[in-house]
């Protein structure tokens, strides 16, 4: 299986923030353009980009069409993006303006048979579900929306199984716990999803530090590892990584 690495830009109010452990309170912005950034993340080798509507995550009604057009049209790279996807309009909206690839998240734990729907129609290929998580105090994984500040019922493995069973192909799933905090990923959660998954792409989201996490994600059997803060912070250089 190849491994893609996948820099994020993470826009809200039309900047690049960050936020930890998703909390809208706790947000770092940086001084880029979402645009200039996703320039300079190809003119590094990047081949694909990972586009996040803050804002849409927790209001819903995706706003970043426009600029998600003008990435692909200026940049080249392939942009697998979402927050607010809340209709198959949503879905062919996006697939219009130009995504590689739609991120479902919350739907996805809300109303798992209209996105098994969905995976029919537009194929596999054309969908990454974000089933981002949440350790309980049962030791089990589960799955917070509305911009992580809700919990729904199901647990990780139960819903990411029945996608599986359904066709999907790209699974991205963020520790929340991890989420910009620059701790390493959950290598023992990727190393059981992909085990679980065993049809299924995973990437690996939230917390990678260095060259040795994204190693060590690949070795876990992602298919692909998600950098945020660590890029932003210049912690880790994406040309780097990309060589890695």
């Given amino acids: 299986m190849s491994f893609t690495v996948y820099p994020a830009i993470d826009v809200r109010d039309g900047r690049v923030v960050r936020l930890r452990q998703g909390d809208y309170a706790a947000e770092t912005r940086y001084p880029d353009t979402p645009l200039a950034l996703a320039r300079r993340y190809a003119e590094a080798g990047a081949r694909w980009l990972h586009l996040v509507d803050l804002d849409a995550a927790k209001a819903g009604g995706y706003t970043l069409a426009p600029l998600l057009a003008e990435i692909v049209r200026e940049t080249g790279l392939r942009v697998q993006t979402g927050g607010g996807v809340r209709s198959r309009a949503d879905v062919e909206a996006l697939l219009a303006a130009g995504a590689a690839r739609v991120v479902v998240g919350s739907l996805a734990v809300r109303t798992p048979a209209q996105v098994e729907d969905w995976l029919a129609a537009f194929g596999a290929e054309q969908l990454t579900l974000a089933l981002d998580t949440r350790r309980g105090e ?51 959660l990727y190393a059981h999803l992909s085990a679980l998954l065993t049809t299924v792409a995973v990437q690996a989201s939230g917390g990678a530090r260095d060259l040795a996490d994204i190693a060590d ?23 780097e990584a990309l060589a890695c």
Avoid: F
């Avoid at 049962?138 to 996608?163: F, K, M, S």
């Avoid at 994600?217 to 994406?238: E, Q, S, T, Y």
């Fill in 217 to 239: 994600a690949r070795a876990a059997g992602c298919a692909g590892v998600v950098l945020g803060k660590v890029l932003l912070d210049g912690r880790l250089d994406l040309g």
């Fill in 138 to 188: 049962d030791v089990g994984w589960y799955l917070p929306v509305h911009g992580w500040t809700e919990t729904a019922d199901a647990t990780l493995d139960a819903l990411a199984q029945r996608y599986a069973h359904a066709g999907l192909r790209h699974l991205l799933c963020t520790d929340i716990a991890r989420d910009g905090m620059l701790s390493g990923p959950n290598i023992d």
